[in-house]
């Protein structure tokens, strides 16, 4: 999959599921302080994730993702 194709699909679920204001989802955007996306929602993030790109989140290698392209590379690792 191309890197232009999920970042488009990580913004379709972020508008979609989560309401999110499509002008707040930029690159450099933090994922709970700016998009406030909080542990509830990571949850519904792990089913989405599975569900969309085919494989499972796993929690541990989260923590160094901050931003959204921190979750987008972490996705294009995960799936190339």
Do not use: N, W
């Not at 970042?7 to 930029?26: A, G, M």
């Not at 792990?46 to 921190?70: A, Y």
């Amino acid at each position: 999959m191309e890197r232009k194709e999920i970042d488009q699909k990580v913004k379709d679920f972020l508008v979609d599921e989560f309401e999110i204001d499509e002008t707040k989802i930029l690159p450099e955007a933090r994922l709970r302080e700016d998009l406030g996306i909080d542990s509830l929602d990571f949850v519904d993030i792990v089913v989405i994730v599975d569900r969309t790109f085919g494989f499972r989140i796993v929690p541990e290698e989260l923590k160094e993702v901050v931003t959204l392209r921190d979750f987008c590379d972490y996705i294009e690792r995960k799936t190339h």
